[in-house]
Every structure is written in C-alpha cells, then in structure tokens.
C-alpha cells in the first residue's frame, strides 16, 4: 500500500509560481513510476507530467518549458514546479504512482492517487 500526499497548491497570479510537493509512503519511492495530472471544472483529468524511476521525464505539450517534474528518493517526495502559470493551468492538481513499466501519460495505469491540491491562477 502506498499513501500520496500533495502539498504546495493556492492562488497566484498569472505569470507566477508554484512548487508542489508529493510525499509518498508505504514503500519506497525508488521503486516506481511518479505522475502529475490535473482536472479543471467539467473536464477530464489530463497527464501533466511524469518520471521514471529511472529519472526519464515526460512533460505535456502545453506545460512543457514552464513545468519541471523531479523527484528526491531520499525525502520520498516528488516534486512540479510550475512556472510562467496561465489562467488555463487552473485545476485540481493530482500525483500518482504506479509499478509496472507501462506508459506514462494513461490515468488508468496509476495504482495509487493522492487526494488532489487546489491551483488556481488569475488573469
């Protein structure tokens, strides 16, 4: 059993930043896969961005050169900076794990979910 806690999420103006966090338990984060997705109001939750536990990253067309995916093993935590926010990056913001080696971008694939962190971006 693994438990996700995300972190970080609020409100801020277009233009600025965030960092959220995702504090794993239950087993250890080396061995598997981290994902970011997001869900706006009456939309589908949509891939944001992921890692590997190898350290490969995958990041969304539309956040790609603003939003960075990492990960520190030893704090158990993975990490979404996001920079250069847009109003269009509002939504509940949601980290995910998964074990085996299949694609990274289908929610389906995630084994566990964390209970979501509130973003909110102004004009």
């Known amino acids: 059993q693994v438990q996700l806690v995300e972190s970080g999420g609020g409100l801020v103006q277009a233009g600025g930043s965030l960092r959220l966090s995702c504090a794993t338990s239950g087993r250890t984060l080396s061995t598997y896969d981290m994902g970011w997705f997001r869900q706006a109001p009456g939309k589908e939750r949509e891939f944001v961005a992921a890692?590997?536990?190898?350290?490969?990253?995958f990041h969304a067309d539309s956040v790609k050169g603003r939003f960075t995916i990492s990960r520190d093993n030893a704090k158990n935590t993975a990490y979404l900076q996001m920079n250069s926010l847009k109003p269009e990056d509002t939504g509940v913001y949601y980290c995910?794990?998964?074990?085996?080696?299949?694609?990274?971008?289908?929610?389906?694939?995630?084994?566990?979910w964390g209970q979501g962190t509130q973003v909110t971006v102004s004009s």
């Open positions: 890692i590997r536990r190898s350290g490969d990253t």
């Open positions: 995910a794990a998964k074990f085996g080696h299949t694609p990274m971008v289908p929610t389906t694939r995630y084994d566990y």
